[in-house]
């Protein structure tokens, strides 16, 4: 019997020809017919929908995965990429980066590279480079309706690179649909630390998991995602960021500064005619029960979209390398995100000027309504809570923060301060516990930076404690700075020795001061996690 190998039956079969059913891989080189044995075989296929593609367990696969075009899903008949055999062998891999690594199984490997301070280096696995620098292990362009589940995914490299563990890429597509990303494991994608000279991607385009649209000035039309779903996956030891949206049709008037995207880029006179129409923002993305820590920038960042949820993650060890300011989860130029039962613990705080980030949640230029309740957030270096204005739209106008909602959460020692006013609109912060039980942790209770335009906000009903009795209302940036937009009603101070001061304005409800000994922090926590049912509703391992 003649056995063939699937690049010749394609081309038997004709160029146009696309695969239906069920295709296997293994990678193995030299498979006989119908199973795929390299990545080179199966990005040579245009695939039906409905196509089932399925990577052998155990078994690592050099190369990217990279669809040909025209080889999208259809509603109810989505293309699905997942694995066949022994569960007990491990996971499939897809590495895009060298192809002689060191096996770092458990993750014990890397981490002894972490230091005291939790701000390390990066940990290749490479025992050296190929020299070649893949954008991604999996690279889907202008395809949907696409389902990727229980693979293993590495870019690793011996230097920095454009690299991306999963890319989902849209441009000039209109709008692209059903994504579904489920059980997948990126680690060690060794993107940019920092923009780098040359380089068409800045370093914010570079991590784990990035669903980018672009655009490049030809054959415009206005593009974006809808229906996007990544949950129960692990993202670890990535740069720079862990999981992320962008979007180039972004201009808006008080938006983020549109400047920053092609075909734009420092072109005042073409951002004043496109503002008017240009924002396309994306719908329905939810990032939901994912792991993300060892991240060398920011942890999870939602741009451009419009009611995105990001609910039930687990993140940790947040910028631990990249020069840029980072935080732990945040939305920029985004309306109506909302941040729940999250868990956030251990983002850095690296820069030596003020004001720096370093916080759990960042609502950042641009964005209006977003919601933060109902989180857990502790020991993360630069605070809580950031409200970001700081810096304009790309045509003169201020890109504040407006409307956000920070209600009901926790927050345990998180240091330098608890609430950062650098560029807010309106905010609202009611109901929130916010604890200092850590000796020698300095962290007043809110810091306004001086940063953008007039901050505004209301603080209102929450709990501060500081168990040592030395708690502090305001960290100023600028002491000649007035405060008369931000207001405190009804809170409830203990440990704090005077709130009042000339930088304090009082809001319709009287604020209350006692000592720390009046207050129980740990029937607090008890309550607090029983009212949110944070336990059932929070990151499930």
């Given at each position: ?480 700075l007035r405060h008369d937009d931000i207001r405190w009603g009804g809170n409830r101070f203990y440990g704090y020795a005077n709130i009042q001061s000339a930088q304090f304005f009082e809001g319709e409800a009287v604020n209350t001061v006692a000592p720390a000994a009046g207050f129980d922090p740990e029937a607090a926590l008890r309550n607090w996690f029983a009212a949110t049912s944070f336990k059932e509703r929070g990151y499930r391992r």
């Amino acid at each position: 019997m003649i056995k063939m190998s699937w690049v010749v039956l394609m081309a038997a079969l004709g160029a146009g020809a696309a695969r239906a059913d069920e295709v296997r891989v293994d990678c193995s080189g030299a498979s006989p017919a119908p199973v795929v044995g390299s990545l080179t075989e199966l990005n040579a296929m245009r695939f039906a929908p409905g196509t089932r593609i399925l990577f052998k367990r155990g078994v690592t696969c050099h190369g990217s995965f990279v669809p040909r075009a025209g080889s999208s899903g259809v509603p109810g008949r989505p293309v699905v990429v997942g694995s066949y055999g022994d569960p007990a062998v491990g996971r499939a891999v897809i590495a895009a980066g060298c192809r002689e690594a060191v096996a770092d199984p458990d993750q014990a490997l890397t981490l002894q590279a972490r230091t005291a301070s939790g701000i390390s280096p990066y940990r290749s696995l490479c025992r050296r480079d190929d020299g070649v620098v893949a954008r991604a292990a999996i690279h889907l362009h202008n395809l949907q309706h696409w389902e990727i589940e229980g693979l293993e995914l590495t870019n690793d490299g011996l230097s920095e690179g454009a690299r991306v563990g999963l890319l989902v890429q849209l441009e000039d597509f209109g709008v692209g649909s059903h994504y579904r990303v489920r059980d997948v494991y990126v680690h060690h994608v060794r993107g940019y630390l920092k923009d780098a000279p040359g380089s068409e991607h800045v370093y914010k385009e570079t991590g784990g998991i990035l669903f980018n649209i672009t655009r490049h000035g030809v054959n415009q039309r206005k593009t974006r995602f809808d229906d996007v779903l990544v949950e129960d996956s692990e993202i670890f030891h990535v740069d720079a960021i862990g999981l992320s949206t962008r979007s180039a049709w972004m201009c808006r008037v008080g938006g983020a500064p549109c400047g920053d995207y092609l075909p734009y880029k420092d072109k005042r006179v073409a951002l004043s005619a496109a503002a008017a129409d240009d924002y396309t923002p994306s719908t329905n993305i939810v990032f939901r029960n994912n792991h993300i820590h060892d991240i060398g920038g920011d942890g999870i960042v939602v741009r451009s979209a419009t009611r995105p949820l990001v609910e039930a993650n687990l993140m940790h060890d947040i910028w631990l390398r990249a020069a840029g300011n980072s935080a732990g989860a945040w939305a920029i130029n985004t309306d109506g995100a909302r941040f729940q039962y999250n868990e956030i613990h251990h983002v850095r705080y690296q820069q030596p000027w003020e004001p720096g980030d370093g916080m759990a949640f960042d609502a950042d230029l641009g964005t209006r309504d977003t919601q933060v309740v109902n989180n857990y957030s502790h020991d993360n270096e630069g605070g809580f809570m950031l409200f970001c204005g700081c810096g304009d739209d790309g045509l003169g106008n201020p890109a504040q923060s407006s409307g956000t909602l920070v209600e009901n959460n926790l927050s345990i020692n998180d240091g330098r301060r608890v609430i950062v006013f650098a560029g807010s609109q309106s905010a609202l912060v009611r109901g929130n516990l916010l604890l200092n039980t850590r000796p020698g942790l300095v962290s007043p209770a809110a810091e306004n930076t001086g940063m953008g335009s007039k901050n505004a906000g209301d603080i209102r009903d929450n709990v501060f404690y500081h168990g040592a009795n030395a708690g502090t209302l305001w960290r100023a940036m600028k002491p000649a700075l007035r405060h008369d937009d931000i207001r405190w009603g009804g809170n409830r101070f203990y440990g704090y020795a005077n709130i009042q001061s000339a930088q304090f304005f009082e809001g319709e409800a009287v604020n209350t001061v006692a000592p720390a000994a009046g207050f129980d922090p740990e029937a607090a926590l008890r309550n607090w996690f029983a009212a949110t049912s944070f336990k059932e509703r929070g990151y499930r391992r």
